[in-house]
């Protein structure tokens, strides 16, 4: 199991390799903003479309009502948060650290008809511009992985969340079905380069991609950091056999 260095040294994961503290986000932003205009045909070349069915029990999880205020952080191209207005959630915040992944959800929003019930943040996920107790729920699908320090992003989370409050994370995990795990990473290491280079003209941004999975806390590990940040009734539930879970903690 891989140690979360995001708070104890200088360096820390970019993939498989270590960098300086203070460059990962900048990093992190490069791959984005490198992948952002192919970002939602890649998610569906790279898990073989099951990225819908995952995103869809996710919202369903979230179950954002009319009277409801969702942040949505990583936001990226706006799948969840487009879902969550579509299932009925009366006002999604959009929020993202890359302005090239929000450009992307803003065109998307205006074709859908969305954009009246969508607020636009581009800011970073470890320190909110929002009031303390501000929002009602605040999900996060793929994103938590590429933060810097984790543990900042659960402690927001859980700071800007209304007691009574639920935080959703949809995040890539530890296979449990020993006999997917091979098949799991020829695919991660050998196709998705690959794929990348072909589609995207980029291998090592989805290079970056598949190792951040491996460096990523499993569904036990996550779970525990949850309750550190301060979140309560902390549950996971584990989808594709571990290939992602989902994980939900309320603010008490």
């Known amino acids: 199991m891989q140690e979360d260095k995001s708070a104890a040294g200088e360096t820390i994961d970019f993939g498989y390799q ?14 984005f903003e490198s992948v952002a205009p192919r970002y939602d045909l890649m998610n569906d070349l790279m898990s073989l479309g099951l990225h819908r069915a995952w995103k869809h029990a996710f919202v369903a999880a979230i179950a954002a009502s009319a009277r409801e205020t969702l942040l949505d952080l990583a936001g990226g191209t706006g799948d969840i948060g487009f879902r969550a207005l579509e299932r009925g959630a ?30 636009f943040l581009c800011a970073d996920a470890e320190k909110l511009p929002l009031p303390d107790r501000s929002v009602e729920k605040i999900s996060m699908a793929f994103g938590l992985r590429n933060c810097t320090d984790k543990g900042a992003v659960l402690r927001e989370a ?36 690959a794929l990348g280079q072909r589609v995207a003209q980029d291998a090592e941004s989805y290079q970056y991609l598949a190792e951040s999975i491996r460096m990523f806390p499993d569904q036990e590990r996550l779970a525990g950091m949850m309750r550190a940040a301060g979140l309560e009734k902390v549950r996971y539930q584990s989808l594709s056999g571990g290939i992602v879970a989902i994980h939900t903690g309320w603010r008490l």
């Open 18 to 31: 270590d960098v300086p503290k203070e460059a990962k986000a900048g990093l992190v932003r490069q791959v």
């Open 158 to 193: 859980r700071r800007v969340l209304r007691p009574g409050g639920r935080f959703h994370c949809l995040e890539f995990s530890r296979v449990e079905v020993a006999a997917l795990a091979p098949l799991y990473d020829a695919w991660s290491f050998k196709v998705l380069p």
């Open 90 to 119: 009366g006002r999604v915040i959009l929020s993202d650290i890359n302005a090239a992944m929000l450009g992307v959800a803003q065109g998307r929003a205006l074709d859908r008809g969305l954009a009246a019930r969508l607020h």
